[in-house]
DNA sequence: TATTAAACGAGAATGATTCGCTTTTAGATT
DNA sequence: AATCTAAAAGCGAATCATTCTCGTTTAATA
């Protein structure tokens, strides 16, 4: 995804091509960890150190309303947003608060296909999300990557 | 979903049974919509007037943390609160902001059988929630309620 | 009924998000 | 290229859901 590409999609949705709008897409892209409107900020500052914290909820506001990035609630209190690259749903760990994509075509077909024969009574599908919740397991090392021979406290 | 068998839950999870924990569940029970903590404390004050914002915060914490109740992620900002009485799954309005529940046995079996079947690498599930986006749509009525004859504005 | 850790109450504090208002700017028009 | 104007950005203050602090009360147990 290039900066070209963004100013397409701003101009696409006939969104005002701003250098705001396009270092807030840029960053969520960057990014690329679901991040909190914070992690936005801090991130874009490093480049534009006067971007107001307000305009940048404005434009996650403009963005999510526009479909060009998502919102991702947690069970904590901040919002998350997520650049919609591809159709996705979400892993989320008890243990560590983190959310990972979780991509799989195979069974989107398979809800799509589920809901296209059992209709749901007077509502209308427009998006289905999956919220997997769960732990990661830390997968088994064949061997320690890196040895500690000297006590972790002196 | 009795009193006795809200103290019953409290007691088989260890919590100790107060007037205050028996009133949230009891709120989120009765209202049985989705409440917010809000709609939760309005809801408790009419009998109990003093119970304070911050136990009922506290409470929820203590009853989620428990698995009595869940909490509802929706794209807006506060938190919503749902007893769990039978898994299932959520409507979201995209219109309303309402939340609706959606039972369906049948697709929990499709889900875990899916997942039993293609297990998630280095991940370990507890729980799947469908957020089912889309829209309510307006039955068609066979005839109209009410005619207005007079016109809308004097 | 005495003990005590857990729970509660009241209100202040926090912090993410929004508001109100002014200034700036993107994009269209001359 | 200069002008125009609605949309967007900036900025500080305001909002408001949620959390914290800490003194008081209470449920559970002996």
């Avoid at 526009?66 to 690259?85: C, F, G, P, Q, S």
Wanted: with cysteine; charged share 30%.
């Amino acid at each position: 995804m290039t900066i070209t590409d963004i100013r397409q999609q701003l101009s696409e949705k006939g969104l005002k091509i701003t250098p705001q709008r396009i270092a807030v897409l840029e960053a969520i892209i960057k990014l690329n960890n679901h991040p909190s409107a914070e992690n936005i900020i801090d991130y874009i500052r490093k480049n534009y150190p006067n971007v107001s914290t307000a305009t940048v909820y404005k434009v996650l506001d403009a963005l999510v309303d526009n479909e060009l990035i998502k919102r991702v609630k947690t069970d904590k209190d901040v919002m998350r947003y997520d650049a919609i690259l591809h159709a996705h749903h979400h892993l989320y760990c008890t243990k560590t608060d983190k959310i990972k994509d979780y991509f799989n075509d195979d069974l989107n077909h398979l809800l799509t296909n589920y809901f296209k024969k059992h209709r749901i009574l007077d509502f209308e599908i427009a998006d289905i999300k999956l919220q997997i919740v769960g732990k990661f397991k830390t997968p088994k090392k064949t061997a320690p990557k890196k040895r500690n021979i000297l006590p972790k406290k002196a």
